[in-house]
């Protein structure tokens, strides 16, 4: 077995070959998945960090790691001994690739990508960075003719058919609709990589990603004809047939490029440029017109229909069932007789709880539980090795959700587990209760933003010189991503605005390094407002419902800190959570949970 100072001098040997001065791996997979399968996992092959966020450059002598705040305890220790250097992308005075390699490289110098692993508009942004310098970006695939030793398969877990009954909306009509944005933009084909997207598109499932019950595939879309490109191995005979009779043809999944390079060559063809490869984009014909545009699926995919919606309610109320028994078990069971639980043995309890669950599939994401100081680190996860023992002391961070045939959920609640509450903490989690609250109790008009009602989860830490980092809400598929676009809430400029049927989070929090984090988040979906007499104009409005059942912990609020209207939201909302939720549960449960809900 190679070390990784052996395999970086590999690298470095076949980027002499192909005369390139350095040489970037990117850390995606081909489809630009926020969770990517083994197979592609190229920076731990060759620098040994393990982390999510990674991109790795070489040169001829030296080689760096670039990743966020999130990873730089975990990279400081997984880069010993590797010869790879931290680069801090999060601090101000760490320079982005393009910068570091404008800034050290000579005019003329070329760099290689592996532009499967580039989006189209990720390499273009390069490229044109690079130019200003005088350098040249080339395509080469460096890695696999490397790593051959030990490289995982791609995965080729069973597809299915995902029934109409939990979809609300047949292949055919789906198929349909993006055809019509098709012919609006003239174009006679539409290369789709997003396995979300494909799975939405085709109502096809599998679990070849960690989380996401999506299959590794690619879609080209044209005016008569679908071609799905995938494993044949993963298809039974009544997933064919399903296939066949929505009129969909098979190719291998390696077949994708022959294909593309197949097309008419006074084809116009649809591709996002957000979400599509650039070695895809480069195997179509040059006299092709490319039309780089939003692609129509995505937007479709965030829009829930009514099946879909009612779908996220009954996942939520089974979530709910498995998060009061969890809770249940943390409170009276889990520190009995002295025991000390870690936060991994706490995410692996709620996962049964979770599996006892009628059409449970997976976890949505993996699940963050974080204990006093680890939850004030966003992306914390706990690992069966090393994580923290949990005391009936301070606070806990519970950030989970699960993948229903009916939806996904996502959920974070903070709970107090024993001992002298600081005011701090009270303070904390009212600030982040009020602005969750905020949020979730606001009007809008057609037309509005999430960015633009970003401020409102914000604006009493805000009051008190508080803030935190990262969105406050993000969009969240239907029995796929739990992470989606393009809707969401956070301060970034997204010109994407609300519309009906939309499903975010709505999660502010508060983090106080090496002492606890705060948050609390529930998922929320968009529906339209009645019309009121005191309306002064036609406009119709939007608003949220408020899918996620489950009790707030209330011996952290500061009540004084409440006005009215929150408490009777708090109490309106507790008596909704207990209303549902109790006739799924056993006596002793019910009693429990009403406990949990009683007025404030």
């Not at 192909?18 to 731990?44: L, Q, R």
């Not at 699960?402 to 600081?422: H, K």
Request: net charge negative; charged share 25%.
């Amino acid at each position: 077995m190679t070390t990784i100072p052996q395999r970086l001098e590999a690298l470095r040997a076949l980027m002499r070959e192909h005369g390139f001065a350095a040489y970037i791996v990117a850390g995606t997979d081909p489809h630009n998945s926020e969770y990517m399968a083994d197979h592609w996992k190229s920076t731990v092959w060759i620098s040994g960090f393990k982390g999510e966020a990674a991109t790795i450059l070489v040169t001829s002598d030296r080689a760096f790691l670039w990743t966020d705040s999130r990873y730089y305890l975990q990279a400081g220790i997984e880069l010993v001994g590797t010869t790879v250097e931290l680069m801090r992308e999060s601090d101000i005075t760490t320079p982005t690739i393009a910068q570091w390699l404008c800034d050290n490289l000579k005019a003329g110098e070329s760099v290689g990508v592996d532009a499967e692993m580039f989006t189209i508009n990720a390499y273009n942004s390069l490229c044109n960075e690079l130019s200003r310098s005088s350098l040249t970006l080339k395509n080469a695939d460096l890695i696999s003719p490397l790593w051959t030793e030990g490289r995982p398969a791609i995965p080729a877990t069973p597809t299915y058919e995902y029934k109409v009954e939990y979809a609300g909306e047949t292949t055919m009509s789906k198929l349909h609709r993006v055809r019509e944005v098709m012919t609006k933009n003239k174009a006679q084909a539409m290369v789709i990589s997003a396995l979300d997207e494909i799975a939405w598109l085709l109502n096809i499932r599998a679990l070849d990603v960690d989380y996401n019950p999506v299959v590794i595939s690619y879609v080209l879309l044209e005016t008569d004809k679908c071609t799905l490109f995938i494993n044949k191995h993963k298809l039974s005979e009544a997933v064919c047939k399903y296939l066949t009779d929505n009129h969909i043809s098979l190719k291998d999944y390696s077949e994708i490029f022959a294909s593309l390079a197949a097309l008419p060559a006074d084809y116009s063809v649809m591709l996002d440029g957000a979400r599509v490869n650039r070695a895809l984009y480069d195997a179509l014909p040059a006299a092709c017109k490319k039309i780089n545009i939003q692609s129509p699926v995505l937007v479709f995919k965030s829009l829930k229909n009514d099946i879909e919606i009612e779908g996220e309610r009954t996942a939520m109320k089974r979530d709910a069932v498995a998060l009061t028994r969890f809770f249940k078990w943390l409170e009276e069971e889990a520190f009995a007789d002295g025991k000390r639980p870690t936060e991994y043995e706490l995410s692996e309890k709620l996962h049964f709880f979770r599996a006892e669950q009628k059409n449970f599939v997976v976890e949505s994401f993996c699940t963050i539980a974080g204990y006093k100081g680890n939850g004030a680190i966003v992306h914390y996860e706990p690992t069966a090795e090393g994580s923290a023992v949990v005391a009936p002391e301070g606070m806990l961070l519970l950030d989970s959700g699960g993948q229903y045939l009916e939806g996904t959920t996502d959920i974070t609640r903070t709970v107090w587990l024993g001992g002298d509450i600081p005011e701090q903490a009270k303070l904390d989690y009212t600030y982040v209760l009020k602005g969750h609250i905020a949020l979730a109790d606001i009007r809008w008009p057609k037309g509005t933003r999430g960015n633009q009602l970003d401020a409102l989860a914000k604006q009493y830490m805000w009051q008190a010189g508080i803030t935190y980092g990262h969105g406050t809400g993000h969009g969240v598929g239907h029995f796929l991503g739990c992470h989606e676009g393009p809707q969401n809430v956070r301060t970034d400029m997204n010109p994407t605005v609300l519309k009906e049927g939309n499903i975010c989070s709505d999660e502010p929090g508060i983090y106080r390094t090496d002492k606890w984090g705060v948050r609390i988040e529930n998922l929320v979906v968009v529906k339209p407002v009645e019309k009121t007499a005191a309306a002064t104009t036609d406009d119709s409005f939007l608003c949220w419902e408020t899918l996620t059942l489950c009790y707030y912990d209330t011996q952290l609020i500061e009540m004084s800190l409440l006005s009215e209207h929150e408490r009777e939201w708090i109490n309106n909302y507790h008596q909704r959570v207990y209303n549902e939720i109790s006739p799924l549960l056993s006596h002793e449960e019910a009693d429990w949970l009403r406990h949990k809900t009683a007025k404030i």
